[in-house]
């Protein structure tokens, strides 16, 4: 446990930014399970205009170093290659 007065301000702090990094991870994947319930029933509209919130989630999580670039990259990548195998 923290002894110091600044050491317990800084469990405060990292106690705050944990919160705050949970609920925008929390909030990107919410917009990828939309994408992939789309996916699922087929359709590929839908999934689509799904993307496009979503892709802009992840990235806003990039820019605040939640998720790596590439992690991201990957996610999108293979959302959309599942939304174009749709017939």
Known sequence: MA???SAKGK???ISKKTDINK???NRYRTYIKKVELN???GNKNEAQE???H???EIMSAVSKKIVHKNTASRKISRLSSQIKSIK
């Open 11 to 13: 469990v405060r702090e």
């Open 54 to 56: 979503a892709e802009s």
């Open 39 to 41: 996916i699922v029933k």
């Open 3 to 5: 002894n110091t007065k």
């Open 50 to 52: 799904a993307l496009k």
């Open 23 to 25: 609920s925008v991870r």
